[in-house]
């Protein structure tokens, strides 16, 4: 079983920055992929950047240029750096792990951590 524990998030001013850190526990396949997602209030949980074991890295339209996605697999830890915060960044940010296998794929969640981008 994986357990996945965020950490990071908080209230900051907009054009602010925030680093957010996932501690992954239990074991961690080179092939699963690692990331983050988000879910704002009355709306659907959406992609917000994702990193291989290899550092192939994907990021949502509306974070390119401003985040940053990265890993250590060394720790089994992934980070998310952002910076230029915005109001419309406000969500609970939860880091995701995909485990893909034969019959498909499984996906494990941290608990989230709230980020609030407002003056």
């Known amino acids: 079983q994986v357990q996945l524990v965020e950490s990071g998030g908080g209230l900051v001013q907009p054009g602010g920055s925030l680093r957010l850190s996932c501690a992954a526990s239990?074991?961690?396949?080179?092939?699963?992929?690692m990331g983050w997602y988000r879910q704002a209030p009355g709306k659907q949980r959406e992609l917000v950047a994702t990193?291989?074991?290899?550092?192939?890295?994907n990021y949502a339209d509306s974070v390119k240029g401003r985040f940053t996605v990265s890993r250590d697999n060394t720790k089994n830890m992934v980070y998310l750096q952002m910076n230029s915060l915005k109001p419309e960044d406000t969500a609970v940010y939860y880091c995701?792990?995909?485990?893909?296998?034969?019959?498909?794929?499984?996906?494990?969640w941290g608990q989230g951590t709230q980020v609030t981008v407002s003056s």
């Open positions: 239990g074991r961690i396949f080179s092939i699963d992929t």
């Open positions: 990193v291989t074991s290899g550092g192939s890295g």
């Open positions: 995701n792990v995909k485990r893909r296998t034969v019959g498909g794929s499984f996906d494990y």
